[in-house]
């Protein structure tokens, strides 16, 4: 973790965090119950009616959290697939669901997830009241029942692996995942293995796979960790969806995935529970990546 933040931050000692920081630091992920983050179940209810009206809008299938899709999928024309997996698809990646509902932004805004997040990423070089934490992108796993999943790697990675090795202490990226279902083995929860973090570098096979275990939790339940942490999910064998929004954190200094300094600019992202931290987190007034000059030029004296 940051070296810089092993100072417990204000916000960690007021909202009584430190357990989660210790189990983030000692294992590499920690799970916040919904009666800390003060996620209620109507709140979950419009997350997810949101995410399955998305689903339909985008295939044209209709899909219920009991049933899953309510019809046959056809990929085809998609251009995907997945190399190994002979076995039909069953998960679909919906994007950018920041821009679909305040729901789904005020998840962004959390105060208790952020102030998780800040623990793992810190602070900027010798401004220590400015956070360097921002939102790399936001996504939803829409995952049902299939017998492959990620196959026997169970798909570990870390999800800072675009970045070069060896990883540090500092959190390049971060993963904040709001389950809105049950996550259980068999329902296809996220798979991890614990204290991976400290490895700082990608998961070595076979052994990463048998040292796994499910990240096991009830709907509501948010499930923080390091981009360092090897992560995958076991295969789904139950009826009906395991869904989540996640919201994904990437250091200031890390290429985000969606350009959301761009695309939420003229988007509704002041209509949320923090505007002020919704624009921090976008990177909005943030010096990198210019589009203009920016540097101070003199002009010949007349
Ligand atoms: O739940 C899954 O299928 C994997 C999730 C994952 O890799 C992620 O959120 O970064
Ligand atoms: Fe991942």
Known sequence: MNMQATRLSKEIVELGLEPYVLQLETDGLTIVPPEVTGVTDEFLDRCTKVLLDRFEELTGCPITVGGGPQGELDWSSSGFLQEGNQGKQSQALLQQIMQLDRSLRDLCVNPVVDALIDHLMGRMPGAPDKKARRLSSTNSFIKWAGEF????????????GANPLPWGPTALTANATWCLTDYTKDGGALAWVPGS????????QPAAAKAAVPAECPRGSVIIFPGSTWHGAFPKETEGLRLCAVAYYRHHAVLPQENLPVTMRNGPWEDCDNPEMMAELCGFNDTFPYLEQTSPLPRLAS
């Open 197 to 204: 973090h400290k490895s700082g570098a990608h998961p070595v």
């Open 149 to 160: 999943g990620y196959g026997p790697t169970l798909g570990l990675h870390g999800d800072q």
